[in-house]
């Protein structure tokens, strides 16, 4: 359905949340909110380049806002902050 609506380049940031919603039972999260501790795997869209993002899943985030993140696309683990992150979903 996804691929159907939007093509293989991905969601566009702006249908992000309505993607999730449509998908999942959760809510959206400011990303200056993200609590500190474990992050449930938190859909979260790192910033890439000049309005380029990547969906990631959040895993824990420490006291300074550095976030753990898997990237199942990549399959690997990877390292970002708050502050680059642009938007965030919680199923939880």
């Given at each position: 359905m996804i691929v159907a609506?939007?093509?293989?380049?991905?969601?566009?940031?702006?249908n992000f949340y309505s993607v999730n919603t449509l998908l999942q039972n959760g809510h959206n999260v400011t990303p200056s909110n993200i609590a500190n501790g474990s992050m449930n795997n938190m859909i979260i869209v790192i910033q890439t380049g000049l309005g380029v993002g990547h969906a990631v899943n959040g895993q824990y985030c420490?006291?300074?806002?550095?976030?753990v993140y898997w990237d199942a696309q990549n399959n690997c683990i990877?390292?970002?902050?708050?502050n680059d992150v642009i938007a965030a979903y919680s199923s939880y």
């Open positions: 609506t939007y093509g293989n380049n991905g969601v566009p940031i702006t420490n006291g300074s806002g550095d976030i990877g390292y970002c902050t708050k």
